[in-house]
């Protein structure tokens, strides 16, 4: 494990789709555990990648739930949910990172004309988009609001910490912790995009209802997850409510057998 501890992952040749669209403020300013804020628009962004050849684990898919969030003056994006189709990648994620990930069955299908995908979880697709790569946004503002809000590399921000040995509290306590992830982009296209959602308990992705959708950008790229760090500790107790984004919760009314 000292060969590989502490190297940036790289993922080759990635091939992305990430569609952005503008939600509520109110739904933004509930989701966001402090001290994260909300920015001047309730920017949601999701992606569904292929990843084709990394530096650490064989091929998988994978995706991801974001809102834009502001720290001390400094924009980024902070993830809700990432669902992915590895075992290693998700122990990674969870345990290195911070990562809500969870395992689920991730769908991209890529044409000349258009790429669809799926997230589904327990027998249901949550998540469905569908984009036609014509070069051409669903908002005309699109571009503008991309290159104000999103830049270049702007960072991921995360929650790490473990739950309690004794299912109470907290062993690690949770801190907000920063990442980059830095692409040489080899495609880019703008994409017209529609998205639905279905609701699913365990993962509430329609939550985040779509008022504006702003479009898509299809990407071919290498990109490296730098180094993180930890920005700052958080108090447990104003953070327990928003730290169950990583579990299912099944309820169970079957009664123990009894051993008489």
Same mark, same amino acid.
């Given at each position: ?6 190297? !940036? ?8 789709? +990430? ?9 933004? /300013? ?10 001047? #628009? ?18 998988? #898919? ?25 075992? $290693? ?15 689920? *069955?991730?769908?991209?299908?890529? %044409?000349? *004309?258009? $790429? ?25 503002? +699109? /571009?503008? $609001? ?19 040995? *004794? ?7 949770? %801190? ?17 995009? %529609? $998205? ?7 993962? !509430?992705?329609?939550?985040? /209802? ?22 700052? !500790?958080?108090? !447990? ?13 099944? /309820? ?9």
């Amino acid at each position: 494990m000292q060969k590989y501890g502490g190297k !940036p992952t790289t993922f080759y040749d990635a091939e992305m789709l +990430t569609v952005y669209w503008e939600t509520k403020p109110e739904i933004i /300013e509930r989701l966001l555990p402090k001290p994260l804020k909300p920015t001047s #628009r309730p920017l949601v962004n999701a992606f569904i990648a292929n990843y084709p050849a990394t530096n650490f684990c064989p091929p998988y #898919r994978e995706a991801g739930l974001f809102v834009l969030a502001d720290y001390n003056g400094q924009l980024g994006n902070y993830c809700l949910s990432m669902p992915i189709t590895s075992d $290693i990648g998700m122990a990674m994620g969870r345990e290195v990172c911070g990562l809500p990930k969870k395992m689920a *069955d991730v769908r991209m299908n890529t %044409s000349e *004309d258009g $790429i669809d995908g799926a997230i589904g979880r327990h027998g249901i697709d949550f998540f469905n988009v569908k984009a036609t790569m014509d070069g051409h946004f669903n908002d005309n503002g +699109t /571009e503008k $609001i991309l290159e104000e809000y999103y830049g270049k590399d702007i960072p991921l921000y995360n929650i790490k910490y473990a739950n309690a040995i *004794d299912g109470n509290g907290f062993d690690l306590m949770p %801190s907000l912790v920063t990442q980059r992830l830095v692409s040489e982009v080899k495609v880019y296209k703008a994409a017209e995009a %529609s $998205i639905t959602f279905q609701d699913s308990p365990h993962d !509430p992705w329609s939550e985040l /209802e779509v008022v504006n959708m702003l479009g898509a950008v299809y990407t071919v790229s290498t990109n490296v997850l730098e180094k993180g760090k930890i920005l700052e !500790p958080l108090n !447990p107790m104003e953070y327990l409510p928003y730290c169950y984004l990583r579990w299912d919760w099944w /309820e169970n009314n079957l009664q123990p057998v009894s051993s008489v």
